[in-house]
């Protein structure tokens, strides 16, 4: 099976289970430099099943956008979380500072400190589009400039 199948398999897979299964048979068959791809359409899943637990109050400039690239983030988060610790393991931190703070400040606050071990996941797997500091250069004009400056040089770095 060339590369190109592998893909268009991985993008019909409609649930986390069905890609748990994929990875497995990808493994075996020695895809492994497909493993990106596969991160990716799970990100994409997990985000989807997230967006329908959460209510988002319609906070001051809380666009459609910032929901699902925040929406991908988390679910990036939460796929290294659950890889980690070798179980689904979900961000209570961090839906806690949403619910009690609201989406921008919880991206704030979570965008304010040094690397994390999650930030330096992502970026060492390639799977950087789907830092929360991604989705403050992406939706710059909802941020601060001075903090939208202090996340561009952390990327830098």
Do not use: P, W
């Not at 060339?2 to 748990?20: P, Q």
């Not at 895809?31 to 109050?57: A, G, I, P, T, W």
């Not at 988060?77 to 839906?95: F, G, P, V, W």
């Amino acid at each position: 099976m060339s590369d190109f199948e592998v893909k268009s398999r991985i993008d019909n897979l409609k649930s986390i289970k069905s890609c748990d299964s994929f990875e497995k048979n990808m493994k075996q068959l020695g895809y492994d430099h497909l493993m990106k791809y596969l991160s990716r359409q799970r990100v994409y899943l997990r985000s989807d099943e997230l967006l329908d637990s959460f209510n988002f109050d319609k906070e001051d400039g809380v666009t459609e956008k910032l929901i699902t690239d925040f929406m991908r983030a988390l679910a990036a988060y939460e796929e290294y979380l659950t890889d980690k610790n070798s179980r689904r393991t979900i961000a209570n931190r961090l839906r806690q500072n949403i619910k009690k703070n609201g989406v921008i400040h919880a991206i704030i606050s979570a965008t304010s400190k040094k690397n994390t071990l999650g930030f330096d996941y992502l970026l060492n797997t390639g799977l950087d589009e789907f830092t929360l500091e991604q989705v403050v250069l992406d939706n710059h004009g909802l941020f601060d400039i001075a903090h939208v400056e202090f996340v561009r040089n952390k990327l830098k770095t």
